[in-house]
């Protein structure tokens, strides 16, 4: 019928308004495809189109084995996401390889615990990793996970896959804070990138949390003259 307003619309601004009135809050799974058709009758490809449009325009993030979950997003709207590192090194063209240094539990230290809001002491999983573009380091990355907030990582070798794609497969989060700076290569950091001392690093903080439980404090470092930070709108798709 002229004028009538599409079915998969409707469904959208659905959806949509119950994101933006706090009905699906940030981090919350939504409902599978299945179900939406159920619940405004139509059909599964109909939910489909609908949620591929929410998350084409930031509001959800559509992840496989973890399902479609509620984006957090800043006042004024724009969208706050964390990059995938294997993405980030093909979209410069080069070949990713990923590198366990080491994993272990530890007390977290003061500053670990007062970035995930624990006690110091209290047990956390901290790793060391590399991630390689061609044949030199494209980001060094210590991490320190709070076990309670993400279940299952007590479970996870971190061998061949990335705390980085682990967690962002396998655990929502509400609320991101960054920190960067520009910082001289220690000694040890020089040998973990490969660089003389005194190089030139970008170095990230970021802290990830869902609904005030901290998940994970992290520190990145990236040699200085090869690395550009970037920001853009999401693409539709999974983040694996």
Same mark, same amino acid.
């Given at each position: 019928?002229?004028?009538?307003?599409?079915?998969?619309?409707? =469904?959208?601004?659905?959806?949509? %308004?119950?994101?933006?009135?706090?009905? #699906?809050? /940030?981090?919350?799974?939504?409902? $599978? @495809?299945?179900?939406?058709?159920?619940?405004?009758?139509?059909? +599964?490809? *109909?939910? %489909?189109?609908? /949620?591929?449009?929410?998350?084409?325009?930031?509001?959800? @993030?559509?992840? +496989? &084995?973890?399902?479609?979950?509620?984006?957090?997003? @800043? &006042?004024?709207?724009? #969208?706050? +996401?964390?990059?995938?590192? +294997?993405?980030? =090194?093909?979209?410069?063209?080069?070949?990713?390889?990923?590198?366990?240094?080491? !994993?272990?539990?530890?007390?977290?230290?003061? &500053? /670990?615990?007062?970035?995930?809001?624990?006690?110091?002491?209290?047990?956390? !999983?901290?790793?060391?990793?590399?991630?390689?573009?061609? &044949?030199?380091?494209?980001?060094?990355? @210590?991490?320190?996970?709070?076990?309670?907030?993400?279940?299952? /990582?007590?479970?996870?070798?971190? !061998?061949?896959?990335?705390?980085?794609?682990? #967690?962002?497969?396998?655990?929502?989060? $509400?609320?991101? *804070? %960054?920190?960067?700076?520009? =910082?001289?290569? *220690?000694?040890?950091?020089?040998?973990?990138?490969?660089?003389?001392?005194?190089?030139?690093?970008?170095?990230?903080?970021?802290?990830?949390?869902? %609904?005030?439980?901290?998940?994970?404090?992290? *520190?990145?470092?990236?040699?200085?003259?090869?690395?550009?930070?970037?920001?853009?709108?999401?693409?539709?798709?999974?983040?694996?």
């Amino acid at each position: 019928m002229s004028g009538q307003r599409p079915i998969y619309r409707t =469904v959208k601004n659905a959806l949509q %308004h119950r994101i933006e009135t706090g009905a #699906l809050r /940030v981090g919350d799974q939504l409902p $599978s @495809e299945e179900a939406i058709a159920q619940e405004f009758d139509c059909s +599964r490809l *109909t939910a %489909h189109r609908a /949620v591929r449009e929410l998350a084409a325009e930031g509001f959800v @993030e559509r992840r +496989r &084995r973890a399902g479609t979950t509620v984006l957090p997003r @800043e &006042r004024g709207g724009v #969208l706050i +996401r964390i990059p995938l590192i +294997r993405d980030e =090194v093909a979209a410069a063209g080069k070949s990713y390889r990923y590198e366990l240094i080491d !994993l272990k539990s530890v007390a977290a230290s003061a &500053r /670990v615990a007062s970035d995930l809001g624990l006690a110091q002491g209290d047990e956390v !999983l901290a790793v060391r990793c590399r991630h390689w573009g061609d &044949r030199t380091v494209w980001q060094y990355e @210590e991490r320190w996970i709070n076990p309670a907030a993400a279940p299952g /990582v007590q479970d996870q070798s971190f !061998l061949r896959t990335s705390p980085n794609r682990w #967690l962002l497969t396998h655990v929502p989060y $509400s609320d991101v *804070t %960054h920190e960067i700076t520009a =910082v001289a290569a *220690t000694k040890a950091q020089a040998v973990r990138l490969g660089l003389a001392i005194g190089a030139p690093l970008l170095q990230t903080r970021r802290v990830t949390s869902l %609904h005030g439980t901290g998940i994970t404090t992290v *520190t990145l470092l990236h040699p200085g003259g090869t690395y550009t930070l970037r920001s853009g709108p999401a693409q539709d798709g999974t983040s694996a």
